[in-house]
């Protein structure tokens, strides 16, 4: 719909009068008023949560006190940013969160293709709605439950991967204090967790795929594989990238929720899972300093809109079609 | 005016009280010409006070308010309405209500949540004037001066209603009674030799047994802290996870040298003995690493050791004194044949002897009042009422008597059946050293540590037991540090840093990249000003 109306615009008036351009504005609305009527809720939602809200990033610059708010508490400047950087960590905690988010995304979203085109190319309608709810399942549930099952599986003594280790004959492995697996475990914990209910949106894709394409294909004598790799992924495509620039805009948020549960405080694995959340959580255990969370917040999400539009300016380059804006 | 009023209302009260016993319905409303106005033989006004605390509510409250409500009908004239917040949202929660200028009678908060930051900020009543009152006997009655005193914190003055039963919960190491016994050994353990041959034993013949459970995160607490005699002129502080011994002169009114933990020899040189060196300062941690056998091999990502001990995985686990009654249950229900008991390891505790314990008698939890509330007396009128007798401080603290619990003489209870719908958080609105209850069916020995702990000749106030340090002025730091330091001292607690004076030195250094000279310079004259300041 959106495509749509741009091009109506662009093709009715001329955009480079500023006059035409208010008007074209005008025209557009009284022509689809009750499509715009219909997305009115939408917006003032997002104008009242989402940007309104948004004035609140001023106590990163101030020292916020509750008693004083946001009106009376003194302007600091950058203070409260500086010190992160003044600790020796921040490189190392940096890095850690966005090489994490990156193994993320990429192995999140390869296994949700993979699981949407599976599951589309399955033909028993019984076993496809078994095996898919069966996927999306662990999507609802929480860390805490999952970081129960961990514990269970990492244990040094009595732990599942141990005992398998020492059915096969070889030495058990302190999962628990070696940091070198933990990137491999958390991505594998993340696809599990959700690659099923990510696969939804590559699904709907799929089936919206015309089938006529397919079925001329087979006329062709395309194979299987063949229409997956000409027809259904190159379809895919538009999707996989809007997708992949919207979790690009959350790269320098560590999944709180999902590392503090399941590695909770263990320190002998912060090496590669120290995330910018969970230092934080960590430097402020005693502090619980408002201005100095919201700037490190307040960070983060500049870095990621920073992403956000670099990655769609490089989308718009390589794949017009796929761009957000 | 203020006291005219004062002693109107206390009358009115008394009369009221007497009154009801005639049973005369009184239907007039009182003229309100203030918030506690009320003319002598009325109730007051009615008034409903909003409170917040944290956790599950009461399934059976609404029953327990409503028998508060007919008690007090007549005297009181008070509704209560709590707001249970889920305990993790609290803090935030508190915070922004205050900053919202949201209208609340009373709030939980403590040292731990807001506290420090809301009341110099102005956000808390005073209740200094409430205290040692005679109009509010009940009060009077269940905080002593000297409870008051030490509770009064930034400016001296006292902002909260301190709620504690023991001004320390005695650490033990529980351990499983029958295992014990089926190890040979036929008496208590009562030693930590004696503990370490069970150890041993259970490392020999019980295979998958972890001899002690820990918490990932405490490690081995106050195990092996050395019991030597206080020096009043060397006091630990303990700041983001560092601890700094601040040097007095022996007169007490000057600050000589702050030393932290890890400062090369030469500074701990400047400390007199034991504190001299850091190995003699610290025996502790050479004990802790050479237990650190009788953990579990994870034990850095234990969170509950409890639970891990619960499902028959430890032979004893780190806890302390006031939960003894209930893990006893528990243990017994999992686990067929199974007992608890515990060992007190800390030898002046566990002989008794009287003023064995420092503390700086401040509770832990406590209610404020913020300055916004327009029911301050109504709300101190009411916990006034709730301090007066047993009867009102038991019907909130263990629910409706014959329904969820019952009296054994005066300061022992049984819980019966109903108990379950009434747990009520006592440390968040009841407790009181002096309302004390201990189950009846405890044994003999947990109740005798129980009333030593009860006893206030039990415990002395150290010197700058009331200091506490002011971190506004170096949260970059203090923030900095702590995270730093954090993850060196957890190993070093669960026992997994052999040579910990070398790593100390290092991490000092790295420490001292990001402000620990700062904090230092800061505690040194926070504490001076202090000391100037007549503190002790």
Redesign the interface.
């Known amino acids: 719909m959106r495509n749509n109306t741009v091009s109506l615009t662009g093709q009715t008036y001329p955009r480079n009068k500023p006059q035409g351009r208010i008007r074209g504005f005008l025209a557009e609305l009284v022509k689809n008023k009750f499509l715009y009527l219909l997305a009115l809720p939408a917006m003032i939602w997002f104008f009242v949560f989402a940007y309104l809200p948004m004035g609140g990033i001023i106590i990163a610059f101030q020292d916020f006190?509750?008693?004083?708010?946001i009106a009376g508490s003194e302007f600091v400047g950058l203070?409260n940013f500086?010190?992160f950087f003044?600790?020796?960590?921040w490189i190392k905690i940096v890095t850690n969160t966005v090489f994490l988010n990156v193994l993320f995304i990429t192995f999140n979203t390869l296994a949700a293709v993979l699981i949407a085109i599976m599951i589309t190319e399955l033909g028993g309608k019984w076993f496809k709605k078994i095996a898919q709810s069966v996927m999306i399942f662990p999507h609802f549930l929480s860390w805490t439950v999952v970081a129960m099952f961990v514990?269970a599986f990492v244990?040094?003594?009595?732990g599942f991967v141990n005992q398998i280790l020492t059915m096969l004959g070889l030495p058990a492995v302190?999962l628990?204090?070696s940091p070198g697996y933990w990137p491999l475990i958390l991505v594998l914990l993340k696809i599990w967790h959700g690659a099923g209910f990510g696969s939804i949106v590559y699904m709907a894709t799929i089936s919206g795929i015309n089938p006529d394409i397919y079925e001329s294909a087979s006329i062709d004598g395309a194979s299987r594989l063949q229409k997956i790799r000409y027809i259904t992924l190159p379809l895919l495509k538009p999707t996989v990238i809007l997708l992949t620039i919207l979790a690009v805009g959350g790269i320098f948020n560590g999944d709180f929720g999902m590392i503090y549960a399941i590695i909770?405080?263990?320190?002998?694995l912060?090496p590669t899972t120290d995330v910018i959340d969970t230092?934080l959580f960590?430097?402020?255990?005693?502090?619980?300093?408002?201005s100095?969370s919201a700037a490190i917040g307040f960070m983060q999400s500049l870095v990621g809109f920073i992403l956000v539009l670099t990655v769609n300016s490089i989308a718009k380059k390589v794949a017009p079609e796929s761009a957000i804006f | 005016m203020k006291t005219k009023q004062l002693v109107l209302t206390a009358l009115s009260v008394t009369m009221a009280a007497a009154l009801t016993a005639c049973g005369n319905g009184n239907e007039t409303v009182s003229p309100a010409s203030g918030n506690n106005a009320a003319t002598a033989g009325q109730p007051p006004k009615a008034v409903t006070l909003k409170g917040m605390l944290f956790g599950d509510a009461p399934k059976d409250l609404p029953r327990v308010l409503e028998e508060f409500e007919k008690q007090t009908k007549d005297t009181l004239n008070t509704k209560l309405e709590i707001q249970w917040n889920p305990v993790s949202d609290h803090k935030q929660k508190v915070k922004l209500m205050m900053a919202a200028g949201e209208e609340v009678d009373f709030v939980f908060d403590a040292d731990f949540q807001n506290l420090r930051e809301l009341i110099p900020q102005g956000a808390y009543a005073q209740l200094d004037k409430y205290f040692n009152n005679d109009e509010y006997p009940g009060l009077k009655a269940a905080f002593s001066s000297e409870f008051v005193d030490m509770n009064k914190r930034y400016d001296d003055h006292l902002y909260t209603i301190p709620f504690t039963q023991y001004f320390y919960d005695i650490p033990v190491v529980y351990i499983r009674k029958d295992l014990r016994e089926k190890l040979g050994f036929s008496e208590p353990i009562a030693s930590y030799d004696e503990l370490q041959q069970f150890y041993d034993k259970v490392l020999e013949s019980e295979q998958g047994v972890t001899p002690l459970a820990v918490k990932g995160n405490g490690g081995f607490q106050e195990m092996f802290a050395p019991d030597r005699k206080e020096l009043d002129h060397v006091r630990p502080l303990n700041l983001g996870g560092i601890i700094y011994y601040v040097h007095l002169s022996d007169d007490l009114k000057q600050v000589q040298d702050v030393v932290a933990f890890g400062d090369p020899e030469t500074e701990w040189a400047k400390l007199p003995e034991p504190f001299s060196t850091m190995k003699s300062a610290f025996t502790q941690y050479d004990e802790w690493a050479e237990w650190s056998k009788y953990l579990e091999k994870d034990v850095l990502s234990q969170k509950d050791q409890k639970a891990y001990f619960m499902s028959g995985k430890a032979a004893s686990y780190y806890g302390t004194m006031s939960s003894y009654a209930a893990d006893k249950k528990m243990l017994q229900q999992t686990l067929a044949g199974a007992d608890l008991e515990f060992f007190v390891f800390k030898e002046h505790i566990r002989n008794m002897e009287p003023e064995a314990i420092s503390t700086n008698y401040k509770a832990n939890n406590s209610i404020a009042i913020p300055v916004s509330s327009k029911n301050i007396d109504r709300t101190m009128k009411f916990f006034d009422w709730m301090f007066a007798s047993r009867e009102n401080h038991d019907l909130f603290e263990y629910g409706i008597p014959g329904v969820h619990w019952e009296a054994v003489g005066d300061t022992q209870f049984k819980l019966l059946e109903g108990s379950e719908n009434y747990v009520f958080p006592g440390y968040e609105f009841t407790w009181n050293p002096t309302m004390i209850r201990t189950p009846a069916d405890l044994d003999e020995t947990a109740k005798q540590y129980l009333e030593y702990s009860a006893k206030p000749d039990t415990y002395y106030a150290a010197v700058l037991a009331k200091f506490s340090f002011d971190t506004s002025t170096v949260k970059g730091e203090f923030a900095n540090v702590q995270s730093k330091a954090d993850p060196f001292i957890q190993t070093l607690k669960a026992g997994q840093v052999k040579n910990w004076e070398a790593e100390a030195a290092a991490l000092n250094k790295e420490l001292k990249n990001l402000g620990l000279d700062t904090i230092r310079g800061e505690i040194k004259s926070q504490v001076q000003a202090y000391l100037d300041a007549g503190g002790q």
């Open positions: 006190k509750a008693m004083k708010g203070k500086q010190f003044q600790s020796g960590d514990m244990a040094t003594d009595g302190q628990l204090s909770g405080r263990n320190p002998l912060y230092y960590r430097a402020m255990m005693d502090l619980g300093d408002m100095m």
